[in-house]
């Protein structure tokens, strides 16, 4: 027996209202997450920089190499693109329509990979960037204490802006593949029938 949820006379198995609640999830992820770095984000840099300062180092070496925890609203495209394609997704896999199943077949791999390694360096912003210095054989990036500036950038942005930035990068990684495993099973392909 498949589990099913009726709605308007229409039996869903539960493995699709939970694919599309997922993809519901890591849409608001998506639409959250930049409007707060747009707004906190000058705060975060300055905070960063301000403590690089501290430890002895010119405030544009965080510049120099590219260490941003800023973002202009240009940067806001993408991931409200992403959010309105999850958005649509999510309908059409509730609808039963086929186009939503076949549409995210193709995107939750795309974001499993490539959000995957977008999310992976915003959840682990330190462990990130201390790899990332060490690799450049520079001593000056070798002496920053990363933990200090990058603790000092979060503490401006609010307190739950880390675990949701943490949900995102399970949602994109683990919650890709269990939607696809969800939108592929028997129960699945007899509702898209």
């Known amino acids: 027996m498949v589990a099913t949820v009726s709605l308007v006379g229409q039996a869903r198995p539960i493995g699709v209202t939970t694919a599309a609640v997922l993809q519901l999830l ?15 984000g000058a705060k975060a840099q300055a905070a960063a920089e301000a403590d690089v300062v501290r430890q ?4 544009d070496v965080l510049a120099r190499n590219h260490v941003q925890f800023g973002e ?17 997704l999510a309908v059409l896999n509730l609808r039963g329509n086929e186009i939503g199943r076949i549409g995210s077949w193709i995107l939750q791999p795309i974001l499993l990979v490539a959000g995957g390694l977008v999310t992976y360096r915003q959840a682990y912003a330190t462990r990130f960037l201390e790899s990332a210095f060490k690799k450049t054989g520079d001593p000056t990036l070798a ?12 503490r401006a942005y609010p307190a739950w802006f880390l675990p949701v930035v943490r949900a995102r990068f399970v949602l994109v990684t683990i919650g890709s593949v269990v ?3 969800l939108l592929t099973g028997p129960a699945a392909s007899a509702y898209f029938d």
């Open 26 to 40: 890591l849409a608001v992820t998506f639409l959250i997450m930049p409007i707060v770095v747009i707004r906190h």
């Open 56 to 59: 002895g180092f010119p405030p």
């Open 72 to 88: 202009q609203a240009v940067g806001l495209l993408l991931p409200v693109a992403i959010a309105l394609c999850l958005v649509v």
């Open 143 to 154: 002496r920053i204490d990363v933990k200090a500036f990058v603790n000092a950038a979060m």
């Open 179 to 181: 939607i696809h495993i």
